[in-house]
């Protein structure tokens, strides 16, 4: 039986122009390029310049996903944002891309799931294509964490960068088998008793600040294998499909070990992992949309490419996709 599958019709990115390397890090912080690649694999990251907001990371990255889609800004009947750094408190910075595109018609929203927030938004998103009240979506994963760092504490200073990604989504009738294209399956959780682990010490309701994020680097990457291995596990299961089965794994770019270890814990072949993180960072919501991006614009996932995505954040969230391009 035929069904409505949520087909990914472009993809695109914007990264801000300002690069800083580990040697710059190591000017003022205690580090050295050294410790932060053996630790995490990264060696840049882009940063905001100032006034650069996440707004204008994300118009860029949606300008960008609907050129390669061949579509209009005004096809679009809904937009959902990822963001943890969101430009305000409200409104919702989705609002503001909508705006931004000329768009004053159907609706915009963010989600807020941090690292796991693109994974969330491209489930939600395919919730309201699949149930065939709305056509076209763009989906968009964009932080500026740079804003949120203590820039005096190596342990996480050190780890990200800022960016956005998105997708275009399109609701389109597929025979309903996993050949399908769009998206397969999606799984999403979420434990809230590991907030403290990874976290913003602060927020309109608490301290009336932004703050600064606080991790417990050890307690972070202890959980994250397991967790992410749940949800690919899920995937696997929902699907019939499998490691030997998928041809890319794009995973949350948060830490190259993390990466390697969940990959090898689940039989993934290291040629089928993209890994952006060492030019990146850890971009949290951007970081998959980034990734999928620059795998499809130098040739590596194709039509037809069964692509597992997953990512872990704090709270902790953790969530995973399979989506055939």
Same mark, same amino acid.
């Given at each position: ?40 694999? !990264?060696?840049?990251?882009? =940063?905001?310049? $100032? ?27 809904? !937009? %959902? ?9 409200? $409104? ?5 891309? *909508?705006?931004?595109?000329? =768009?004053?018609h159907g609706f915009a929203f963010d989600v807020q799931a941090v690292c796991s927030g693109f994974v969330y938004a491209l489930s939600i998103?395919?919730?309201?294509? %699949? ?8 989906? =968009? ?25 998105? %997708? ?5 009738? *597929? ?33 009336g600040a932004v703050g600064h994020v606080r991790m417990e680097g050890r307690e972070v990457f202890r959980h994250a294998v397991g967790m992410?291995?749940?949800? !690919? ?19 949350? *770019?948060?830490?190259?070990r993390i990466i390697d270890a969940s990959a090898q814990k689940l039989g993934i072949a290291p040629a089928k992992v993209v890994v952006t ?11 998959? $949309?980034?990734?999928?991006? +620059? ?14 995505? +997953? ?15």
């Amino acid at each position: 039986m035929s069904r409505l599958r949520s087909v990914v019709r472009g993809c695109g990115s914007y990264l801000p122009a300002d690069v800083l390397t580990n040697e710059d890090l190591s000017k003022t912080v205690d580090t050295s390029d050294d410790w932060i690649v053996q630790r995490t694999g !990264i060696r840049s990251r882009h =940063i905001a310049a $100032p006034g650069e907001l996440t707004s204008d990371l994300a118009i860029g990255a949606a300008r960008a996903a609907l050129a390669d889609a061949g579509m209009e800004a005004g096809e679009l009947d809904l !937009i %959902v944002l990822a963001t943890a750094t969101p430009d305000y408190t409200f $409104p919702a910075t989705a609002t503001t891309v *909508q705006a931004a595109l000329g =768009i004053t018609h159907g609706f915009a929203f963010d989600v807020q799931a941090v690292c796991s927030g693109f994974v969330y938004a491209l489930s939600i998103a395919d919730k309201f294509l %699949v149930s065939g009240q709305h056509k076209r979506a763009l989906v =968009i994963g964009a932080e500026t964490f740079s804003r949120i760092l203590d820039w005096s504490d190596r342990t996480t200073c050190v780890l990200f960068g800022d960016g956005a990604g998105a %997708v275009v989504l399109e609701a389109q009738e *597929q025979p309903g088998a996993t050949s399908d294209r769009g998206v397969i399956t999606t799984h999403l959780r979420s434990d809230g008793r590991h907030r403290g682990k990874l976290f913003v010490d602060g927020g309109p309701s608490s301290t009336g600040a932004v703050g600064h994020v606080r991790m417990e680097g050890r307690e972070v990457f202890r959980h994250a294998v397991g967790m992410i291995t749940d949800v !690919i596990e899920a995937a696997f299961a929902a699907t019939g499909e499998s490691a030997d089965t998928i041809d890319w794994f794009v995973p949350h *770019q948060a830490n190259r070990r993390i990466i390697d270890a969940s990959a090898q814990k689940l039989g993934i072949a290291p040629a089928k992992v993209v890994v952006t993180v060492d030019h990146h960072g850890n971009t949290s919501a951007a970081s998959i $949309p980034l990734a999928l991006a +620059e795998a499809r614009a130098d040739g590596r996932i194709k039509d037809g490419d069964l692509v597992l995505l +997953e990512a872990m954040g704090g709270g902790f969230t953790w969530a995973s996709a399979l989506v055939r391009w």
